[in-house]
């Protein structure tokens, strides 16, 4: 297989796993009401085997997202699932949030759609404000991106659109890939992969091939190494998921580097440090970056790869965990900590899986002992 062959397979897989569709657009209005009035959704008794998302709610109700069968709520009784026919916008579901009034949001290729507990809504991007950035601690964000936008903020009201500022990245990075520039791509290098705050509340963003943003609600800094753009060999790992650590450096979506902000004078730069020793040690035959991640209650840093299974940067020592049945391994899309400091991941092939403090097993194995702990 040639080389350029396996860069558009790998490009193609990655895309698969980040890009989300411009939600539609509509003058001034913020959200379309589906025309569902009473309770939604249908009682299920398994999961799909193919979750993206995995979130639990201020009430301890926890929430999955499929790639293609919409999403499902589970309270410890009643699993139960919602598609488009409920009012969904779409079934590929890449993001669960919750505002401050406990409305569930769910991002998907075709849009957002905002759930109060018994109907759906569609939100509508705003034409009243143009690239109005702002930091707000209740707003949320999303990477709906695609080729036409990189991301979009909503403050409770409005959906806005926003665009990252643009570099001239041929010039920055020093590099053309087949002898395509940036800005021959048909895509947009700015395709926004991850989303992620810091302990201050300030704004991560993780780019396709423009690198990664700082944005303090105020200014920009950007990240612009060669490791967080397209690879020599073509490949494109993107800044999918980004992690601070006890000693507040920043990991972008890799085990090569960390970074250290640093303010003088008001002034913000950073500073590249070495990440992980010996990395051929753990990745001989593959990539030394991490798809989904998370910080949790003890401040260590999880990490997961699409295959290799799961990665704890503990201090200096990297642990690792493979994610596997008896015939299968699970091809790992996220990993989430919930309310009660428990570790779930969710896969493309083999659905849901949780920790029980020594290995990974299958959400459906364990369920019941989870809940029981509540």
Not at 101 to 125: A, H, M, Q, R, W
Not at 172 to 195: E, M, Q, W
Not at 285 to 296: K, Q
Not at 312 to 339: F, H, M, P, R, S
Request: one cysteine or more; hydrophobic letters at 35%.
């Amino acid at each position: 297989m040639n080389r350029i062959f396996r860069t558009v397979i790998f490009i193609l897989i990655l895309s698969t796993i980040s890009s989300c569709a411009s939600p539609n657009k509509s003058a001034q209005n913020t959200t379309t009401q589906s025309s569902q009035k009473a309770a939604v959704g249908k009682s299920v008794t398994e999961l799909d085997e193919n979750i993206w998302v995995v979130y639990q709610d201020r009430t301890d109700k926890y929430w999955f997202g499929s790639n293609d069968s919409g999403a499902y709520s589970y309270d410890g009784e009643d699993l139960i699932q919602y598609t488009i026919d409920d009012g969904l916008i779409a079934n590929a579901m890449r993001g669960i949030e919750e505002d401050r009034l406990g409305n569930i949001y769910f991002e998907t290729p075709n849009g957002i759609s905002k759930y109060d507990g018994t109907t759906f809504e569609t939100l509508e991007v705003s034409q009243a404000n143009s690239n109005e950035w702002k930091l707000e601690p209740d707003d949320l964000w999303f990477n709906c991106n695609a080729s036409l936008n990189d991301l979009y903020r909503y403050d409770g009201h409005l959906l806005h659109e926003l665009t990252l500022p643009r570099i001239d990245l041929d010039s920055a990075f020093n590099t053309h890939v087949d002898g395509l520039s940036f800005k021959d791509r048909t895509y947009s290098p700015y395709a926004v992969f991850g989303i992620d705050k810091d302990t201050d509340g300030i704004l991560w963003i993780g780019t396709g091939e423009a690198g990664a943003y700082k944005y303090d609600g105020n200014t920009f800094l950007w990240f612009g190494e060669k490791e967080l753009t397209t690879l020599p060999d073509g490949r494109v790992p993107g800044v999918r998921s980004m992690l601070q650590d006890k000693e507040g450096n920043m990991w972008l979506s890799n085990f090569l580097s960390k970074y250290q902000v640093t303010t003088i004078d008001s002034v913000q730069s950073y500073k590249k440090l070495e990440g992980i020793g010996n990395l051929d040690d753990f990745f001989p035959e593959r990539l030394p970056y991490f798809n989904s991640g998370l910080s949790d209650q003890n401040g260590d840093l999880w990490m997961t790869t699409y295959t290799g299974g799961v990665w704890k940067l503990q201090g200096n020592k990297l642990l690792n965990w493979k994610v596997e049945t008896a015939t299968n391994e699970a091809l790992l899309v996220t990993i989430y900590e919930d309310n009660h400091g428990v570790i779930w991941l969710g896969s493309r092939n083999l659905g849901v899986f949780r920790f029980n403090g020594e290995e990974f097993v299958q959400f459906d194995k364990f369920a019941d002992e989870l809940f029981k702990q509540y």
